[in-house]
């Protein structure tokens, strides 16, 4: 069960980074700083780690669920890597036990925060149960935006978002918005589109080879070694060997 949360004082906040700093593994963390890229120049440059497996996590946003969003959003500005991946958690179990104005209001706290979601493991767990939850029935014109912005997260959000879609059978917003990003500098773009496309062809091979057939001598290599990576051998080296 759930433990009981202070909405008056916050205590709970305080009590999660008491129980984050028992848990830190400090050489667990020097191989989560490598892992994600934190050197000078790298996509995660300057990132905290305390060195929590992620399993530690889930079930901490198991049992502090029902913080309030507030609290939520303190944990999602930390310099600590783990105290917002676990603020995402919380987002992700908080929304899907939401009403619709209480979902609305999760999805606006996590826009207004994307520069705090800013490694890819912070945007494939919550993208698509957030952002794509929202606007599955609604104008999708903010991933749009998203796929447009200078900001690497933000474009990875975009087309992760879309994942919700998929899983439901909608594919043509993905196959926009990887047409958007196709001329992407960033792998960790390319890796994302990729992997989209892959999981379109899943669900209907024939949608993602259309949209392979045209794209994919424009590809980047590691966006088109993603998407066919399922395909049969012979097939996947004529799309590598440009013989389609």
Same mark, same amino acid.
């Given at each position: !069960?759930p433990?009981?949360?202070d909405?008056q004082?916050g205590?709970s906040v305080?009590?999660?980074?008491?129980r984050?700093?028992v848990?830190?593994?400090?050489?667990?963390a020097?191989?989560?700083?490598?892992f994600?890229k934190t %050197?000078?120049?790298?996509?995660g440059?300057?990132?905290?780690?305390?060195?929590?497996k992620?399993?530690?996590?889930?079930?901490l &946003?198991?049992?502090?669920?029902?913080?309030?969003l507030k609290e939520?959003?303190?944990?999602l500005r930390?310099p600590i890597?783990e105290?917002?991946?676990?603020?995402?958690?919380l987002?992700?179990?908080t929304?899907?036990?939401a009403?619709?104005? %209480?979902k609305?209001?999760?999805?606006?706290?996590?826009l207004r925060?994307?520069r705090?979601?800013?490694?890819?493991?912070?945007?494939?767990?919550?993208?698509?149960h957030i952002?794509?939850?929202?606007?599955m029935?609604?104008n999708?014109r903010?991933?749009?935006?998203? &796929?447009?912005?200078s900001?690497?997260?933000?474009r990875?959000?975009?087309? !992760?978002?879309?994942?919700?879609f998929?899983k439901h059978?909608?594919?043509?917003h993905t196959?926009t918005?990887?047409?958007i990003?196709?001329?992407?500098e960033?792998?960790?773009?390319?890796? &994302?589109? %990729?992997?989209?496309? *892959?999981e379109?062809?899943k669900r209907?091979? &024939?949608t993602?080879?259309?949209?392979?057939?045209?794209?994919?001598? !424009? !590809?980047? *290599?590691?966006m088109?070694?993603?998407?066919?990576e399922?395909?049969?051998?012979?097939k996947?080296q004529?799309?590598?060997?440009?013989?389609?």
């Amino acid at each position: !069960m759930p433990r009981h949360i202070d909405r008056q004082t916050g205590t709970s906040v305080r009590e999660i980074r008491k129980r984050l700093r028992v848990l830190r593994d400090r050489e667990k963390a020097k191989i989560l700083k490598r892992f994600f890229k934190t %050197g000078p120049g790298e996509y995660g440059e300057d990132d905290v780690f305390l060195g929590i497996k992620v399993p530690q996590l889930r079930r901490l &946003a198991k049992e502090y669920a029902g913080i309030p969003l507030k609290e939520i959003e303190r944990l999602l500005r930390s310099p600590i890597h783990e105290e917002r991946l676990l603020a995402l958690l919380l987002l992700v179990r908080t929304y899907a036990e939401a009403a619709e104005p %209480g979902k609305e209001k999760i999805y606006r706290l996590y826009l207004r925060n994307t520069r705090s979601i800013n490694n890819w493991d912070l945007v494939d767990t919550s993208a698509e149960h957030i952002v794509g939850a929202f606007l599955m029935d609604k104008n999708k014109r903010p991933l749009y935006d998203l &796929a447009k912005s200078s900001d690497l997260w933000e474009r990875r959000i975009s087309i !992760m978002s879309t994942f919700h879609f998929i899983k439901h059978g909608e594919f043509s917003h993905t196959l926009t918005i990887a047409g958007i990003l196709l001329s992407d500098e960033q792998d960790l773009i390319h890796k &994302a589109v %990729g992997w989209m496309l *892959r999981e379109v062809g899943k669900r209907h091979l &024939a949608t993602e080879e259309k949209f392979l057939d045209k794209h994919y001598r !424009m !590809m980047p *290599r590691t966006m088109l070694r993603y998407a066919i990576e399922r395909f049969p051998e012979r097939k996947r080296q004529r799309y590598l060997k440009g013989l389609i």
